[in-house]
């Protein structure tokens, strides 16, 4: 039973915050919330608070980039201005990428895309949250074997639960960041909506007009391709 208090816990939390989602049109403050927390964090990893501009890691930190966003970015040059910092250098990432998304967007109907934004997020949401829970239910059977370390399995289960969530999250944010950059968006009629990504070896997602259109009553049905 106290094992399912951490499960119940974390459930709450999930399908309060899902609510909330499924309750607004207009999702776009919290997913570019997620990309710029992403961006910001991949960006300090590659060049490190403190550190001078010669020694970032701007071949890596582009490629990566360029892997999530499909956006190249010119970061030596950017690396070469006088008064660049890490700070800087993560405000312009994050400042690029949302111009390129407003640019990319820009002959669209806005309410398509929040449509597809919500689309999206709801269903990365729902697919980390059905993995989160399948791997808590098998943790909850093995980590009983700590118990021979001399460790309580409770507080272990509770403490594996927590980072488990916490990496859920961060998986959210990448995918988020993933799949809102790299989807393109063609309305070839007001009757057809067809959603498709950039080549990618990553998931490759396929919405129906009447998915999207459904997309604030419930859960968008999606058929997923590996390419």
């Not at 949302?98 to 806005?110: I, S």
């Amino acid at each position: 039973l106290k094992f399912d208090n951490v499960m119940n816990d974390q459930r709450k939390v999930f399908y309060e915050q899902r609510k909330e989602l499924m309750q607004v049109s207009d999702v776009s403050d919290t997913v570019s919330d997620m990309r710029e927390e992403f961006l910001t964090d991949i960006v300090a990893s590659a060049i490190g608070g403190g550190t001078a501009p010669k020694d970032w890691m701007l071949d890596d930190l582009k490629q990566e980039l360029a892997r999530v966003t499909g956006f190249l970015m010119p970061l030596e040059e950017w690396a070469k201005e006088p008064e660049m910092d890490s700070d800087m250098m993560i405000q312009r990432v994050v400042e690029t990428v949302e111009r390129q998304l407003v640019e990319k967007n820009a002959n669209l109907p806005e309410d398509i895309v929040r449509l597809v934004e919500k689309n999206i997020l709801l269903q990365v949401l729902d697919q980390l949250w059905k993995e989160h829970i399948a791997s808590l239910d098998y943790m909850r059977y093995t980590i009983v074997l700590r118990a021979y370390g001399q460790k309580d399995p409770l507080n272990e289960y509770k403490k594996e639960a927590f980072n488990m969530f916490s990496d859920m999250l961060d998986m959210l944010r990448e995918r988020v960041t993933f799949m809102t950059c790299r989807v393109q968006i063609q309305t070839q009629s007001p009757e057809e909506l067809q959603l498709r990504r950039t080549p990618t070896r990553m998931q490759e997602v396929h919405e129906t007009p009447q998915n999207l259109l459904n997309a604030n009553q419930q859960q968008p049905q999606a058929e997923t391709k590996e390419k």
